[in-house]
């Protein structure tokens, strides 16, 4: 994931940038926006969009059943 690409058209977000605003979105709850001007950013956001919406956020604790 730490591969940067020429995707640079919004304050130098890499795809490492645009997979971890895409999972942050889901954990907070936010529709998903992907942005329209790159098929690279996009294809990351929603890669992280999907993930975030499969797996907890780091604040939120698990309830232990003992």
Avoid: C
């Amino acid at each position: 994931m730490n591969k940067t690409t020429k995707n640079r058209f919004i304050a130098g977000m890499t795809d490492e940038d645009w997979f971890n605003v895409g999972k942050s979105d889901a954990w907070a709850g936010k529709s998903k926006v992907p942005p329209e001007q790159d098929a690279q950013a996009a294809s990351m956001y929603d890669l992280g969009y999907s993930e975030g919406e499969i797996t907890h956020p780091p604040t939120e604790t698990k309830k232990d059943d003992n």
